[in-house]
């Protein structure tokens, strides 16, 4: 593995900084989260003309044709900004999914008015049990020329907005496919759900929601293969998100115990404050040695299911410590929420909690160990 970034990721990071540092003001956050999308129309087109939403969509369809690690660049910025946009959703649920399985017409539909930031996707990974996102109770059936689904979906992000939603169903035994759902057709009903974040996420009820044959991604015996794909690679991008959110929130705190003073001198100068400090800068560079470890496996095409868990791990366990040490060590302030930090621990929780907690991978690591 090399760990030097790529001249491309250093752009996309710096233009992805650059533009959230000028745009996402604290006042600037405070509006997106309470307006009714949950996110920041005018920025999102924003980074749609810089070119960013477009990282890892192909040249052919308005893209920058770049690759997972630049997109994995982007989302770490996306951490760092606690920005309230659906990136992770439409960029990596939905857009690479469909330029890596979707058909010509689909590809031609969908991934440009991503690449401009006129349209939002996104996928249904969880269902009610919590379970494994691979054993499915969502079912699929042919019907004429179309197919019918049934079945429930939680904690989905971006419905209300988006223009299609990936639903993986079974379609028989040992069947999956992949089914592109207009969030507004017939039988689909939505739920708003309260989350950590206060991110805007929805349970998705179908009975006998109609998906058209064109809106199929993949025929239904390779939906498996789809999903096998798809779900590392979001694993990994909210691990890069996760990197993100734990160096700012240390970076912060740097800075507070740098000029906070009790006893006539800053309080970094103290040896349980400095102490615990070091532990936190050395787990944010296990999330961050972890994560670019699985991201450039993923991106090289060599097996990487060991690697997504050890960094799912480490962006859930020690990206905890890290937030939890920057509130610890805020004290007050940390609890504020006219101050940023907040906002910090939030995201860590949930991404935390997403696509499996830190035992779950630790007990899928377990079972890798014990198969030899």
């Known amino acids: 593995m090399l760990f030097r970034s790529t001249e491309a990721q250093t752009a996309?990071?710096?233009?992805?900084?650059?533009?959230?540092?000028?745009?996402?003001?604290?006042?600037?956050?405070?509006?997106?989260?309470?307006?009714?999308?949950?996110?920041?129309?005018?920025?999102w087109r924003v980074l749609g003309s810089a070119g960013l939403l477009g990282t890892a969509v192909p040249e052919a369809h308005g893209g920058a044709g770049h690759g997972f690690l630049e997109l994995?660049?982007?989302?770490?910025?996306?951490?760092?900004?606690v920005a309230p946009l659906p990136i992770w959703s439409t960029a990596v649920l939905g857009a690479l999914p469909i330029a890596e399985f979707g058909t010509a017409e689909q590809r031609a539909r969908f991934l440009p008015g991503v690449a401009a930031g006129s349209v939002v996707l996104s996928a249904a990974l969880a269902e009610p049990d919590g379970g494994d996102p691979r054993?499915?109770?969502?079912?699929?059936?042919?019907?004429?020329?179309?197919?019918?689904?049934?079945?429930?979906?939680?904690c989905v992000?971006?419905?209300?907005?988006?223009?299609?939603?990936?639903?993986?169903?079974?379609?028989?035994?040992?069947?999956?496919?992949?089914?592109?759902?207009?969030?507004?057709?017939?039988?689909?009903?939505?739920?708003?759900?309260?989350?950590?974040?206060?991110?805007?996420?929805?349970?998705?009820?179908?009975?006998?929601?109609?998906?058209?044959?064109?809106?199929v991604l993949a025929d239904p015996s390779l939906g498996k293969d789809v999903l096998d794909w798809l779900l590392p690679r979001a694993t990994v991008a909210l691990c890069a998100m996760e990197l993100g959110v734990?160096?700012?929130?240390?970076?912060?705190?740097?800075?507070?115990?740098?000029?906070?003073?009790?006893?006539?001198?800053?309080i970094a100068t103290f040896q349980a404050v400095s102490q615990r400090a070091a532990d936190a800068y050395i787990d944010v560079e296990s999330i961050r040695v972890t994560t670019w470890q699985a991201a450039w496996r993923l991106s090289s095409?060599?097996?990487?299911?060991?690697?997504?868990?050890?960094?799912?791990?480490?962006?859930?366990?020690?990206g905890h410590r890290v937030v939890y040490a920057a509130q610890h060590l805020h004290a007050g302030m940390g609890f504020d929420l006219e101050y940023p930090?907040?906002?910090?621990?939030?995201?860590?929780?949930?991404?935390?909690?997403?696509l499996g907690s830190a035992s779950e991978h630790l007990a899928l690591l377990g079972r890798f160990v014990a198969a030899g």
Not at 24 to 41: I, M, N, Q, V
Not at 72 to 79: D, H, I, P, V
Not at 251 to 265: G, P, V
Not at 341 to 354: G, V
């Open 135 to 154: 054993r499915l109770q969502t079912t699929a059936r042919a019907q004429d020329d179309a197919w019918v689904l049934d079945g429930i979906k939680t």
């Open 12 to 43: 996309v990071a710096g233009l992805a900084r650059k533009i959230f540092e000028e745009r996402l003001t604290p006042a600037a956050l405070k509006t997106a989260e309470a307006s009714p999308d949950g996110f920041d129309r005018d920025l």
């Open 246 to 266: 734990a160096e700012r929130a240390l970076r912060m705190t740097a800075a507070y115990t740098s000029t906070r003073q009790q006893f006539e001198r800053p």
């Open 341 to 354: 930090l907040h906002r910090y621990y939030l995201w860590s929780k949930q991404i935390e909690l997403t």
């Open 157 to 215: 992000p971006a419905v209300a907005v988006a223009e299609r939603v990936l639903i993986p169903a079974v379609t028989g035994p040992d069947r999956l496919g992949v089914f592109l759902l207009d969030p507004r057709a017939r039988g689909v009903k939505l739920e708003p759900q309260t989350t950590t974040t206060g991110e805007s996420q929805f349970r998705i009820a179908m009975e006998g929601a109609v998906v058209p044959r064109s809106d």
């Open 301 to 318: 095409g060599l097996p990487a299911d060991q690697a997504v868990s050890i960094a799912k791990y480490f962006a859930a366990e020690a």
């Open 72 to 81: 994995c660049a982007l989302l770490e910025e996306a951490g760092a900004a």
